[in-house]
């Protein structure tokens, strides 16, 4: 055997060992997918480092196959290698493609997520800009609202005040009310008690008068009488509607006739302030020129109406009399009673002190008081105007002996419950 054909290979052998070292390196180092190739690497150099460990003293023949089998492994070595570097290039430039794919996603996803990034900048600051708007308004809307609160505060102050003044007032006048009705009491109570007095004197003068023994001579007196007592009744007694009073009878007239065309709703007291139809002046007209001032009316169906004609009466006697004129008003409840001052000083424009015993009006609930008040008047040469409501069913003939007497009779046709009115 030629010891320079065993020894020359050794050196192909250890290049081939580094060769396979530094391609298993680089092959862990760039990727795991040639592990496999590492291992068979790494076992055929086990296998070479068996056959160097091998004693060299074997036979050749065993040397020869040993090197042919490593001629043969290093051709398989660099097949395999070959075609793993293929597979290495393959990958790297799949890896690079894809690497410069996600690269330019990134670098648009960057780039959107910029041009959103300044969108949202862009947003916000709007919606700052907005929200800076908003406050304003809140703000002067804010303003707006307490200064509308202060006023209707204000406001609200103003008009409590007004109420407790309006309280207090109302206060007041119930409590001169109360004590004007209980004045008007004591009044009539006086006054009851001066007639009583005055009929007890009448009755003393009239017993002392009396002739209990006849005298000489009683025809002239009894003529002087006869003669005194027509004068008295013509001097208290008016007529409308006889000739001699022509004058007074156009004075009714055109009073009536100003009433309905030239109403005057701010005139002085006594006067008619409200308005007069021609079916009122009607009334009226009937009641002066065709009962003489003594007679009943049909009722025009609502105490209202009724008191503007006997408000017309009154304003009309009023003008032609003067102070002397006494209205007496009759009436069988004294809500009725109130209605009737109540629409006397609507109508008038009179208050609350023309209402009493010897003031310009005076109501009655009994037709006995009130017989008794108008004939004190008459001894006084005063006028007595009666006025009867039409809740009162019957007329006491006491009162139909006065010159002046108005009465409003109910309408059958319109069967009214007069206790509806309050």
């Not at 009466?313 to 109130?338: C, M, W």
């Not at 109540?342 to 609350?352: K, P, S, T, V």
């Not at 009006?361 to 006995?368: G, I, K, Q």
């Amino acid at each position: 055997m030629n010891p320079e054909e065993y020894q020359a290979p050794q050196p192909t052998e250890e290049s081939l060992v580094q060769k396979e070292e530094q391609s298993l390196t680089s092959d862990q180092q760039e990727n795991s997918s040639v592990e496999p190739v590492a291992e068979a690497a790494a076992q055929n150099s086990t296998l070479d480092t068996e056959v160097k460990d091998e004693p060299t003293s074997d036979s050749p023949l065993i040397n020869a196959e040993a090197t042919s089998l490593k001629d043969e492994s290093k051709q398989e070595f660099s097949a395999d290698d070959i075609a793993l570097q293929e597979q290495e290039a393959t990958l790297t430039l799949e890896s690079q493609v894809n690497l410069e794919d996600d690269q330019l996603k990134v670098v648009q996803r960057i780039a959107e997520l910029q041009q959103q990034e300044q969108a949202l900048k862009q947003e916000i600051a709007s919606l700052q800009a907005q929200m800076q708007q908003t406050q304003k308004a809140m703000g002067k809307l804010v303003q707006e609202a307490l200064a509308g609160l202060e006023q209707r505060k204000q406001a609200l102050q103003l008009s409590i005040e007004q109420l407790e003044r309006r309280q207090e007032r109302i206060r007041n006048e119930m409590r001169t009310t109360f004590a004007g009705a209980s004045q008007d009491l004591a009044i009539r109570v006086q006054g009851f008690k001066d007639y009583l007095t005055g009929s007890l004197q009448d009755l003393a003068v009239a017993a002392e008068q009396l002739q209990l023994v006849p005298k000489t001579k009683p025809e002239p007196e009894k003529s002087i009488v006869k003669e005194v007592q027509p004068a008295e009744i013509e001097l208290g007694t008016p007529q409308f509607a006889q000739q001699q009073f022509q004058d007074t009878t156009k004075q009714i007239r055109r009073l009536i006739d100003q009433y309905r065309n030239k109403p005057d709703y701010y005139g002085p007291p006594w006067q008619l302030r409200r308005t007069f139809e021609p079916v009122h002046a009607e009334r009226v007209s009937d009641w002066f020129f065709n009962q003489g001032g003594r007679g009943a009316l049909r009722t025009m169906g609502s105490r209202l109406q009724n008191i503007l004609i006997s408000s017309a009466v009154i304003s009309i006697l009023h003008k032609l009399y003067g102070d002397r004129l006494r209205t007496l008003v009759l009436a069988n409840t004294p809500e009725r009673l109130g209605e009737w001052r109540r629409g006397l000083q609507d109508c008038l424009g009179i208050g609350r002190p023309d209402f009493g015993p010897d003031r310009g009006v005076t109501l009655f609930e009994t037709p006995e008081a009130l017989a008794q008040k108008a004939d004190r008047l008459q001894k006084s040469k005063l006028l007595p105007l009666i006025i009867i409501d039409d809740s009162e069913e019957q007329i006491s003939l006491a009162l139909l002996q006065f010159p002046l007497w108005l009465a409003f009779a109910p309408d059958p046709k319109m069967m009214r419950s007069y206790d509806d009115d309050f």
